[in-house]
């Protein structure tokens, strides 16, 4: 089993940024890839953005390309999600989860809310 818990949230002002740390414990993450998702109200959870699991390979959806940047610190056991340029459309609860099968996210962490205000 994995446990993962995520950080970092908070209100912050449009242009500004944040970052998330994403820290796990009961096994080594160095083995998973690790995605973050988010969920604004309405709407259903997306996937945001991926790493593989030695940080070599990333991907990023089209509209946080150039301000969201995933990484992680296998060392440290956590994946951090940096935000820049952050924009009210950013507001959700952001998620981690962590995927030993490609495209398969089995174990996710409780979320941090992210709000945006204009």
């Known amino acids: 089993q994995v446990q993962l818990v995520e950080s970092g949230g908070g209100l912050v002002q449009a242009g500004g940024s944040l970052r998330l740390s994403c820290a796990a414990s009961g096994r080594t993450l160095s083995t998973y890839a690790m995605g973050w998702f988010r969920q604004a109200p309405g709407k259903e959870r997306e996937l945001v953005v991926t790493?593989?699991?030695?940080?070599?390979?990333?991907y990023a959806i089209e509209s946080v390309k150039g301000r969201f940047t995933i990484s992680r610190d296998n060392a440290k056991n956590t994946v951090y999600l940096q935000m820049n340029s952050l924009k009210p459309e950013d507001t959700a609860v952001y998620y981690c989860?962590?995927?030993?099968?490609?495209?398969?996210?089995?174990?996710w962490g409780q979320g941090t809310q992210v709000t945006v205000s204009s």
């Open positions: 989860a962590a995927a030993y099968i490609a495209g398969k996210y089995a174990y």
């Open positions: 790493i593989n699991w030695n940080g070599v390979s990333t």
